[in-house]
Each structure stands twice: as C-alpha cells, then as structure tokens.
C-alpha cells in the first residue's frame, strides 16, 4: 500500500510538467534509474576495489568466454570502439588480469583470455557486484521485480519492431 501511496505522488508531481507525455515521462524515469544505478556501481568498485566498471565489463565478456576472444569481438560484446578496448586490455594485462596472444591462424589479430589472478579477481568483483545490485532491488518486491521485468521485455520487443539495432 505505502508503494502506491509513493507512485501516485511521484505520478502527481510530473503529469503536471509532461502532461499527458507518458512516453517521454517512462523514457525519462528509464534513464534516472539507469544512470543512478551506474553511478552507484561506479562509485563503490572505486571506493571497495580501487578499479572502474568498464574494466569490471571486460573482465565479464572475459569470464564468460574462456577459452578467449578476439579484441574486435570483445569490443563488439561490449559496444565500444577498438581503441577503448585496447586500453583497457593493456591496462588488465599491465596487472595480470588478462593474457593476449596472437591467433594462431592470423597473427595480425589477438586472443585475450582471462589469467587465473584475472579470474580469480573477476570473482571477487562478480560477489560484490551481485550484493550491491541486490541491495539496489532490495525494496522492490518479488511480484512488482518480475512485472516489470515482463514489461521491460515489451518494450525491448517493441523496440525491436522497428527495425533499428538492439543495442
């Protein structure tokens, strides 16, 4: 009751400032929490582990492929340019993190793979970073987590339909 007590005064507050703006006021609740939430994860793997989120997203696209991928691949996981990715592995190899060798059937192209300190670091972050989204989501209920886990699956479908990338 005290969640639909709060939803309808955030819900009073704009339908003056947007109006009848429904899209645009969805759009805009969509990147607050977005952006709060990824400046709080920021925030704690610089406070906790001295290290930045994108180095905790390679070390991710990493643990998940762990025979190694291809720098052009992992950039493409990650959606960012070449030149981002290369800094960042250079950096991660600098400490350990992560091994690059070049491919065996073009040498040209590199294969970076987690090292066993990368791993083992990676899951020291994955704990922390599990507690900390969880405590995010704490307050929100179970039912309310799945609805709207449900109609955020809409919205990337109807997103989809129109024909433009799913990134």
């Not at 819900?11 to 990824?38: F, N, P, Q, W, Y």
């Not at 791993?119 to 995010?136: C, D, K, S, T, V």
């Not at 179970?142 to 990338?165: N, T």
Request: net charge negative; with cysteine.
């Amino acid at each position: 009751m005290e969640t639909l007590i709060l939803t309808d005064r955030i819900r009073e507050k704009h339908d003056g400032a947007l109006g009848g703006r429904m899209d645009i006021k969805v759009l805009l609740r969509l990147l607050s929490c977005s952006m709060t939430i990824e400046k709080r994860l920021r925030r704690r793997f610089i406070e906790q582990f001295d290290t930045t989120l994108p180095r905790f997203d390679v070390l991710a696209a990493l643990e998940r492929h762990h025979e190694g991928i291809t720098m052009g691949e992992l950039s493409r996981s990650l959606l960012v340019s070449n030149g981002n990715v290369t800094a960042l592995v250079r950096q991660l190899e600098a400490d350990g993190y992560v091994s690059s060798q070049p491919a065996p059937e073009d040498r040209r192209r590199y294969i970076v793979a987690l090292t066993p300190q990368g791993r083992a670091h990676f899951e020291e972050l994955a704990a922390a970073h599990h507690g900390w989204i969880a405590a995010m989501f704490d307050h929100v209920p179970d039912a309310q987590m799945a609805e709207l886990y449900d109609l955020l699956a809409v919205l990337k479908q109807s997103l989809g339909a129109e024909g433009e990338d799913n990134e």
